[in-house]
């Protein structure tokens, strides 16, 4: 019995399955940073140039800076304006060339909706999910379908969790060292999380060619202080569509205020989905230490 006692969990030495965990973890991260890639890479000649800007909007800050580029345009045309209790108004009439959007938020501000509240306006929400549905048929923008299969990853990251906890559990009951493996399981976790987030909303050829464009309209910037009479209805569209809410700010404040824009909304775009590989190289480099640590130690700390 103390022969047995004195044996390797599950036959396996602990700094050996440590490495091998460790090296599962970083090639679960790698393997899923390749797959979004490929999932998001859209079409490689991506062209955004000829988009409008509320679409330039949900591709740089997702439907909330969609409507703000949208309500910055009509206050610009003056076809509305905030009222008493910081509802929306209508002001004139709607402007020539409008977009389903624009007709959605123009008939809301005619029921004098709170202007924070347009979001939840159903003709509102329909049109954002036209735009969206064109968007992503046009491989700009991330559709559901691959986001879902993007968290995918999130499973394998759970086996892992699983996994070192039936070792952590298995270690403890035969009292062996556990130590590392204890610290190998939160990066296992962050891991975890990190696979099942997905906050790209464009596809790589669409950002690629969003910085392109931004620095086309570097006018337009808030830095630049534009103005409604230099640039008009399209022009204050595209700057809170590319620039974010702030340029809303710069050219109306005192709307901007009134109808509780945030100010910060979706000012620069998103970034790809970065915690994985993050996460990667820190499971390899303190994970990793630890095990050649165990091993140095002769013990079984990984269980």
């Not at 039936?166 to 062996?176: E, N, S, V």
């Not at 790589?204 to 630049?224: N, T, V």
Request: charged residues 15%; contains cysteine.
């Amino acid at each position: 019995m103390a022969l047995e006692a004195q044996g390797d969990t599950w036959g396996i030495p602990g700094p050996t399955f440590l490495l091998l965990y460790v090296a599962a973890m970083v090639a679960v991260a790698i393997i899923a940073v390749v797959h979004r890639r490929i999932l998001f890479a859209g079409p490689r000649d991506a062209i955004v140039s000829t988009l409008g800007p509320q679409q330039i909007a949900y591709l740089n800050g997702g439907d909330k800076l969609a409507v703000y580029a949208s309500l910055a345009g009509l206050r610009a045309a003056g076809a509305i304006r905030s009222s008493a209790g910081r509802n929306l108004a209508q002001s004139g009439p709607m402007p020539a060339g409008v977009t389903p959007l624009d007709t959605a938020v123009y008939n809301a501000a005619g029921r004098r909706i709170r202007a924070r509240e347009v979001f939840t306006d159903a003709w509102v929400r329909s049109a954002l999910g036209q735009l969206r549905d064109g968007l992503e048929q046009s491989g700009l923008a991330v559709s559901a379908a691959k986001a879902r299969a993007a968290r995918s990853w999130m499973f394998a990251g759970l086996a892992l969790i699983l996994l070192g906890a039936a070792r952590l559990y298995a270690g403890f009951a035969g009292d062996k060292p556990i130590g590392f493996l204890v610290v190998a399981l939160i990066p296992a976790v962050i891991l975890t999380i990190a696979l099942g987030r997905v906050t790209r909303r464009r596809t790589y050829g669409a950002s690629k060619a969003m910085g392109e464009l931004r620095r086309r309209h570097d006018h337009l910037s808030p830095r630049q202080s534009p103005s409604y009479a230099t640039y008009g209805a399209a022009g204050a569209a595209m700057g809170v569509a590319l620039f974010g809410a702030a340029t809303l700010y710069t050219m109306d404040p005192a709307f901007a205020a009134e109808a509780e824009i945030q100010r910060a909304a979706a000012s620069g775009g998103t970034s790809g989905w970065t915690s994985t590989s993050s996460c990667g190289s820190s499971s390899s480099s303190s994970c990793g230490g630890g095990s050649s640590s165990c091993g140095g130690g002769g013990g079984g700390c990984g269980g």
